[in-house]
Protein backbone atom coordinates (compact mmCIF):
# COMPACT_ATOMS: atom_id res chain seq x y z
CA UNK A 1 0.00 0.00 0.00
CA UNK A 2 1.17 3.12 -1.16
CA UNK A 3 0.77 6.52 1.37
CA UNK A 4 1.13 10.13 0.69
CA UNK A 5 1.40 12.91 3.31
CA UNK A 6 1.77 16.28 1.96
CA UNK A 7 2.56 19.26 4.21
CA UNK A 8 3.34 23.34 3.37
CA UNK A 9 -0.33 24.75 2.59
CA UNK A 10 -1.46 28.04 4.38
CA UNK A 11 -2.54 31.39 3.89
CA UNK A 12 0.02 33.89 1.81
CA UNK A 13 -0.34 37.11 0.18
CA UNK A 14 -0.84 37.49 -3.72
CA UNK A 15 3.38 37.84 -4.82
CA UNK A 16 4.13 36.00 -1.78
CA UNK A 17 5.51 32.14 -1.77
CA UNK A 18 4.91 28.74 -0.32
CA UNK A 19 6.88 25.94 -0.63
CA UNK A 20 4.81 22.21 -0.69
CA UNK A 21 5.99 18.96 0.11
CA UNK A 22 5.19 15.16 0.07
CA UNK A 23 6.89 11.88 1.39
CA UNK A 24 5.36 8.59 -0.31
CA UNK A 25 6.27 5.55 1.42
CA UNK A 26 5.15 2.26 0.36
CA UNK A 27 5.98 0.25 -2.30
CA UNK A 28 6.52 3.05 -5.10
CA UNK A 29 9.36 1.26 -7.12
CA UNK A 30 12.13 2.88 -9.18
CA UNK A 31 9.99 3.84 -12.42
CA UNK A 32 7.20 6.35 -11.22
CA UNK A 33 5.83 9.99 -11.86
CA UNK A 34 5.33 12.02 -8.64
CA UNK A 35 3.27 15.31 -9.21
CA UNK A 36 1.02 17.85 -7.81
CA UNK A 37 -2.50 18.20 -8.57
CA UNK A 38 -4.95 21.07 -7.28
CA UNK A 39 -8.80 22.34 -7.36
CA UNK A 40 -10.18 25.06 -7.00
CA UNK A 41 -14.03 25.13 -5.45
CA UNK A 42 -16.65 24.12 -8.18
CA UNK A 43 -13.88 23.36 -10.21
CA UNK A 44 -12.33 20.17 -11.83
CA UNK A 45 -9.03 19.03 -10.67
CA UNK A 46 -6.12 20.46 -12.55
CA UNK A 47 -2.50 19.08 -13.17
CA UNK A 48 -0.18 21.41 -12.22
CA UNK A 49 3.35 19.80 -12.45
CA UNK A 50 4.74 16.35 -12.52
CA UNK A 51 8.32 14.69 -12.52
CA UNK A 52 9.44 11.69 -13.61
CA UNK A 53 12.37 9.45 -11.68
CA UNK A 54 15.07 10.47 -14.52
CA UNK A 55 14.01 14.22 -13.62
CA UNK A 56 11.66 15.16 -16.27
CA UNK A 57 8.94 18.35 -15.33
CA UNK A 58 5.61 18.87 -16.91
CA UNK A 59 3.99 22.33 -16.08
CA UNK A 60 0.98 23.81 -16.74
CA UNK A 61 1.10 27.11 -18.20
CA UNK A 62 -0.97 28.51 -15.85
CA UNK A 63 2.21 28.09 -13.48
CA UNK A 64 5.41 28.24 -16.27
CA UNK A 65 7.91 30.25 -14.46
CA UNK A 66 6.42 30.89 -11.18
CA UNK A 67 6.13 27.05 -9.90
CA UNK A 68 9.35 24.75 -9.31
CA UNK A 69 8.98 20.70 -8.45
CA UNK A 70 11.49 18.86 -7.46
CA UNK A 71 11.98 15.39 -6.17
CA UNK A 72 14.41 13.64 -4.01
CA UNK A 73 14.18 9.69 -4.89
CA UNK A 74 16.30 8.97 -1.95
CA UNK A 75 13.90 10.34 0.34
CA UNK A 76 10.84 9.21 -1.50
CA UNK A 77 9.77 13.05 -1.45
CA UNK A 78 8.49 15.58 -3.95
CA UNK A 79 8.27 19.71 -3.32
CA UNK A 80 6.59 22.01 -4.94
CA UNK A 81 8.12 25.88 -4.72
CA UNK A 82 5.69 28.37 -5.72
CA UNK A 83 6.67 32.05 -6.30
CA UNK A 84 4.46 35.26 -6.87
CA UNK A 85 1.36 33.36 -6.08
CA UNK A 86 -1.88 35.27 -7.38
CA UNK A 87 -5.60 34.59 -6.03
CA UNK A 88 -6.15 32.34 -8.61
CA UNK A 89 -3.87 29.96 -7.46
CA UNK A 90 -6.24 29.36 -4.77
CA UNK A 91 -6.65 25.79 -4.03
CA UNK A 92 -6.35 22.21 -2.18
CA UNK A 93 -3.79 20.76 -3.80
CA UNK A 94 -2.54 17.21 -3.85
CA UNK A 95 0.45 15.08 -4.40
CA UNK A 96 -0.15 11.89 -6.58
CA UNK A 97 2.79 9.35 -7.94
CA UNK A 98 1.53 6.91 -10.65
CA UNK A 99 3.38 4.15 -10.31
CA UNK A 100 4.17 1.72 -13.52
CA UNK A 101 3.40 -1.73 -12.90
CA UNK A 102 4.48 -4.71 -15.75
CA UNK A 103 2.30 -4.28 -19.24
CA UNK A 104 1.96 -0.66 -19.32
CA UNK A 105 -0.74 -0.87 -16.34
CA UNK A 106 0.30 1.44 -13.66
CA UNK A 107 -1.65 2.36 -10.20
CA UNK A 108 -2.62 6.03 -9.31
CA UNK A 109 -2.33 7.14 -5.32
CA UNK A 110 -3.14 10.19 -4.03
CA UNK A 111 -2.96 12.59 -1.29
CA UNK A 112 -5.17 13.67 1.03
CA UNK A 113 -4.64 17.69 -0.27
CA UNK A 114 -3.50 20.55 1.51
CA UNK A 115 -5.48 24.20 1.14
CA UNK A 116 -3.51 26.86 -0.89
CA UNK A 117 -5.33 30.09 0.12
CA UNK A 118 -3.85 33.22 -1.90
CA UNK A 119 -4.99 36.19 -0.41
CA UNK A 120 -4.79 39.98 0.58
Known amino acids: QVQLVESGGGLVQPGGSLRLSCAASGSIGSSNVMGWYRQAPGKQRDLVATITSGGSTNYADSVKGRFTISRDNAKNTVHLLMNSLKPEDTAVYYC??????????????WGKGTLVTVSA
Open 96 to 109: NIRVFLLRDAFMDY
